[in-house]
């Protein structure tokens, strides 16, 4: 899902380097030393508000 926001123009990422082969098309720098992170997400079990929707759809992510 990050490289579909940086393909998009939506976002930059720090990806682990194992990404860089599917990030074919986007300009990628070697980072050393960087910070660890941990990304969560959350997603209701009672459906998609509309904005919600439209940004999946921005990204091509059909409805699952």
Same mark, same amino acid.
């Given at each position: 899902?990050?490289? =579909? $926001? &940086? =393909?998009? %123009? +939506?976002?930059?990422a $720090? !990806?682990? *380097? &194992?990404? &860089?082969?599917? !990030? #074919? %098309? $986007?300009?990628?720098?070697?980072? #050393?030393? /960087?910070?660890?992170? &941990?990304?969560? !997400?959350?997603? *209701?079990?009672?459906? =998609? #508000?509309? /904005?919600?929707?439209?940004? !999946?759809? +921005? +990204?091509? $992510?059909?409805?699952r």
């Amino acid at each position: 899902m990050m490289a =579909r $926001l &940086v =393909r998009k %123009g +939506l976002a930059i990422a $720090l !990806l682990p *380097s &194992v990404y &860089v082969p599917h !990030l #074919t %098309g $986007l300009a990628t720098i070697e980072i #050393t030393d /960087a910070p660890m992170r &941990v990304e969560y !997400l959350d997603w *209701s079990g009672v459906g =998609r #508000t509309p /904005a919600a929707t439209a940004f !999946l759809n +921005l +990204l091509d $992510l059909p409805d699952r």
